[in-house]
C-alpha cells in the first residue's frame, strides 16, 4: 500500500461518512471580474477615514491575545447600532461563528433547528456539521413570504430549539410580513434568531424589542455595511440567553485588528449610512431595468442584492455569458426547487451595474425565440 493509500484508509475510516459526502463551500476566483456574487459594499474607505485608521491600528499590540470580552469596542457598537439597554451582545467572528455557537449550545440529542426555506445556507449546513436535525418549512411559492400556518403548524410538531429568521431574507431579498414574525415568536418554545444581515438596507427591525421578549435573539452584521473584510457578527439577547451562549465562543474569536478597526469605522456612522443610501437608490434603478429586459422576473427587495428568474432552462447559460463578459454574478438554479431558473445579483456602483445589465442584455438577446426590445 503506497503512502496516498493509506492515508485515504485512515481518513474513511475516521472521517463521519456523512462528511464524506459532502462539498466544501466554494468561493469562485473572481480576478479580473466584476464582482457583483457576494452582496458586499461596492464602495471603498473614504481617504478621512483612513489616516485615523492607520494611526490606530499602528499602535496595536500585536503580541499580545486581543481583549476577550471587546471592551473598548462593545459600547461604540451599541450606539451605532442601537442596541437597548435590556440587552447583552456576544461578538462572533462573522455571523457564521455566531450561527455555530447557537446551534453548537443546544446540540443536545433530539434538538431540532427550524428555519423557512429557501433562506441563508448556512442554517442548514452548519445544523448538519453539528449532528442536530434541521427542518426547512417551504416559503409560499408566488411571493416568497412566510407561510405562517405552515410555520407555526412544524413549531407545533418538532418544538425546534431554534428558529432562524432571515429578514430580509437571502437569498430572496424580501422583508417577511411583521406580524407572521411575531406569531412564530409568540408560538416558539425556544428561541428564535432573526438575522438582520442586510440592516443598512432596510427600515425594517426587531432590535429595539431585544430584551423585553425571552425567545428573541437578533443578528447583525458588518460585512453588508462595508466592512467584510472584518468578519464581525453581532448577537444581541437576554443575559440568560447571551451567558449561556457565550460558554462556547472559543477565546480570543475576535482579533485585535478586528476590534480597533471596527471602534475607528462605527464613529463615522455617516460614511455607512451614505453609502449605504446610495446603494438603495441604485438597487431601485436597477430593479427597474432588469424588470424590463425580455424574460426576466425580478423580485422585490430590501437588501443590497436583486433576485432575478431568467426563461426557463437558460439560468446557467446566461450566468456563463456574464462571467465570460467579465461580471460574476451568483447562480441559484439547481439549489432549491423554489430557485430553479434563478440568478442573484449585488448591486454595485452605477458603472458595474451598467456593464452587468449590458452583458445580460445582450445574453437575453441571444437567446433562441428570446427578441430584445
Known amino acids: 500500500m503506497n503512502q496516498d493509500d493509506a492515508v485515504l484508509n485512515r481518513v474513511q ?3 463521519r461518512e456523512d462528511i464524506q459526502t459532502l462539498a466544501a463551500y466554494a ?7 466584476i464582482k457583483l456574487d457576494a452582496m458586499e ?3 471603498d474607505w ?5 489616516q485615523p485608521w492607520l494611526a490606530a491600528v499602528a499602535g496595536a499590540a500585536l503580541n499580545r491575545y486581543p481583549d476577550p470580552g471587546s471592551r473598548a469596542l462593545l459600547p461604540v457598537l451599541r450606539t451605532a447600532l442601537g442596541i437597548p439597554d435590556a440587552a447583552e451582545v456576544l461578538l462572533g467572528n462573522g455571523s457564521d461563528e455566531l450561527i455555530q455557537m447557537l446551534i453548537l449550545a443546544v446540540a443536545r440529542p433530539g434538538a431540532v433547528v427550524l428555519a423557512p426555506e429557501p433562506t441563508f445556507v448556512m442554517y442548514r449546513l452548519i445544523a448538519h456539521w453539528l449532528g442536530v436535525r434541521f427542518v426547512g418549512v417551504p416559503l409560499r411559492a408566488d411571493d416568497f413570504g412566510l407561510d405562517r400556518a405552515a410555520m407555526l403548524a412544524a413549531i407545533a410538531q418538532h418544538q425546534p430549539a ?8 437571502n437569498p430572496t431579498g424580501n422583508l417577511f410580513d411583521r406580524d407572521d414574525v411575531l406569531a412564530i415568536l409568540d408560538a416558539a418554545p425556544g428561541a428564535v434568531v432573526v438575522d ?12 429595539e424589542q431585544v430584551g423585553s421578549r425571552p425567545e428573541l435573539l437578533v443578528m447583525r452584521t458588518l460585512s453588508k455595511a462595508g466592512l467584510a473584510g472584518l468578519r464581525l457578527g453581532i448577537l444581541a439577547g437576554p443575559a440568560a440567553w447571551i451567558a449561556q451562549i457565550d460558554k462556547v465562543r472559543l477565546p480570543y474569536n475576535i482579533n485585535v485588528l478586528t476590534q480597533i478597526t471596527a471602534e475607528v469605522a462605527l464613529r463615522y456612522p455617516a460614511v455607512w449610512q451614505d453609502q449605504a443610501a446610495a446603494i438603495c437608490a441604485e438597487r431601485a434603478t436597477l430593479a427597474a431595468r432588469l424588470a424590463a429586459l425580455p424574460g426576466v422576473t425580478v423580485y422585490p427587495s430590501e437588501a443590497n442584492f436583486l433576485l432575478f428568474r431568467v426563461p426557463a432552462g437558460h439560468a446557467a447559460a446566461i450566468h456563463e455569458a456574464l462571467r465570460q463578459g467579465g461580471v460574476l454574478i451568483k447562480s441559484l438554479d ?5 430557485l430553479n431558473d434563478c440568478l442573484r445579483v449585488t448591486v454595485g456602483k452605477p458603472a458595474e451595474n451598467a456593464s452587468f445589465l449590458d452583458v445580460l442584455t445582450r445574453s437575453l438577446v441571444s437567446l433562441r425565440g428570446i427578441a430584445g426590445k
Open 334 to 338: 439547481g439549489g432549491h426547487p423554489a
Open 13 to 15: 475510516r475516521w472521517v
Open 196 to 207: 438582520e444581515a442586510y440592516a443598512p438596507f432596510t427600515a425594517a427591525s426587531f432590535l
Open 46 to 50: 473614504p481617504p478621512e477615514l483612513v
Open 162 to 169: 431554534l428558529v432562524f429568521l432571515a429578514c430580509p431574507n
Open 27 to 33: 468561493v469562485p476566483p473572481a480576478a479580473g471580474l
Open 41 to 43: 459594499n461596492p464602495y
